[in-house]
């Protein structure tokens, strides 16, 4: 079993920046991707990013991209969300993900979920 812990949430001014994070333990060579997902209330389950643990290849959401940059660490047991320039509709639930998806942007692919951290943007 894997567990997923998200952390670095919190509230920001439009244009400002944060920086999530995601431990995982347990199973952890069990996967070979991990990401980002994220739900605005009223609003379906949106991919937002992923890395790949074998090459590092990322992969982002149109929305995104240039915006936010996905990492992980050299023990590939942590990885980061730096999201920049925010703007409020990036305000949601960000959920940390983990598994081994044909397409990186396919939640249904992903085996584990962390709990979630809000991410609330003012305009």
């Known amino acids: 079993q894997v567990s997923l812990n998200e952390s670095g949430g919190g509230l920001v001014q439009a244009g400002g920046s944060l920086k999530l994070s995601c431990a995982a333990s347990?199973?952890?060579?069990?996967?070979?991707?991990m990401g980002w997902f994220r739900q605005a209330p009223g609003k379906e389950r949106a991919f937002v990013a992923a890395?790949?643990?074998?090459?590092?290849?990322?992969y982002y959401a149109d929305s995104v991209k240039g915006r936010f940059i996905i990492s992980i660490d050299n023990a590939k047991t942590t990885q980061y969300l730096q999201m920049n320039a925010l703007k409020p509709e990036d305000t949601a639930v960000y959920y940390c993900v983990a598994g081994d998806p044909t397409y990186a942007d396919d939640g249904k692919s992903y085996d584990y979920w962390g709990q979630g951290t809000q991410v609330t943007v003012s305009s």
């Open positions: 347990g199973r952890t060579f069990g996967y070979q991707t």
């Open positions: 890395i790949s643990l074998s090459d590092a290849v990322e």
